[in-house]
């Protein structure tokens, strides 16, 4: 078995849910970036996972998953005053401490795994994913280029369009953004596919389309994008899906931050329970 996931949660009952998710989702883009480098190491050894619990202090492999699992003490004070300022180093700094006891308990390359750790901090702690390989347009004269931002804030897909004669770059921008969670980002959309004079961005499990781009808006340097007319759907449970997705896709920043409460907004409590319920099936 290679290790190839490393993972951050809080689990500790004197805090509400909504806190323990806001913990776990500021920290996931390090431990996506983690997980992707650390799988090219193709380290053999007895669990595919390095689960790391902040609330109590343990060191066991699950019996269920077989996961290794590692538990730290949490300080509430130290974490809030990190949250409020996005302090990645803090944010690393927690990483660390359990990749270390995981080191002192499990077989893993925690020397290894540190190093890749240090050189993400060095990096400017940035987790950018190129999506596929670039479309090349050639009726259009156009190099259309998508990937993936992994912050602290969110997870956005970017589109970089070029003119392919003269190397000109012709507009870039945000075109989906989701709550910093890979699982969400991928569960609301699928493929890009190229037909006549636009880009389709596919919504997942349908052959709906999500989001189209007018390829002659970005010839003229105009980075617009529309989203497909819920009206124009008759099936109810298919606009109904299509309307979550771009629910999904539209993420505003303001869901999950320190300090809203379930009582807050009715849309947190939404916002959650979609949450679970795309993990449970994961």
């Keep these: 078995m290679k290790l190839s996931n490393i993972k951050i949660f809080l689990v500790d009952e004197k805090f ?10 500021r920290m996931r883009f390090i431990g996506n970036y983690l997980s992707r480098e650390v799988g090219k190491l193709k ?27 590692v538990g730290l003490p949490f300080d509430k004070d130290s974490y809030e005053r990190a949250a409020r300022t ?24 925690t020397e290894k795994i540190l190093l890749i750790l240090d050189s993400f901090e060095k990096g400017g702690y940035i987790n950018k994913i190129k999506y596929k390989s670039s479309k090349i347009i050639r009726e259009k004269d ?17 589109g970089h369009f070029d003119k392919i004669s003269t190397k000109e770059e012709l507009c870039s921008g945000v ?3 989701t709550v910093p969670n890979e699982t969400t980002f991928f569960m609301a959309w699928d493929d890009i596919v190229t037909k006549g004079d636009q880009i389709h961005l596919m919504e997942r499990y349908s052959d709906n389309y999500l989001v189209t781009i007018d390829l002659n808006q970005i010839l003229r340097k105009q980075f617009n994008f529309k989203f497909y007319d819920i009206e124009e759907i008759a099936d109810a449970s298919r606009r109904e899906s299509l309307e979550q997705s771009i629910n999904l896709v539209t993420f505003n920043g303001n869901s999950f931050y320190y300090g809203v409460t379930e009582s807050d907004t009715d849309e947190f409590d939404e916002y959650e329970d979609r949450i679970d319920n795309m993990n449970r099936n994961v």
């Excluded at 509400?16 to 989702?25: E, H, I, V």
């Excluded at 669990?47 to 996961?67: C, H, M, Q, R, V």
């Design 142 to 158: 156009i190099k259309a280029t998508f990937y993936c931002d992994f912050g602290t804030d969110a997870f956005s897909l970017i």
């Design 175 to 177: 075109i989906l953004r």
């Design 86 to 109: 996005d302090d990645f180093r803090y944010y690393c700094e927690l990483y660390r401490k359990g990749i270390m006891k995981g080191g002192e308990n499990f077989n893993i390359p």
């Design 43 to 69: 380290y053999q050894t007895d669990s595919a996972t390095l689960s790391i619990y902040y609330g109590d202090e343990f060191a066991k492999k699950d019996d269920f998953f077989g996961n290794f699992q």
């Design 16 to 25: 509400p849910p909504t806190y323990q998710w806001d913990f776990s989702l």
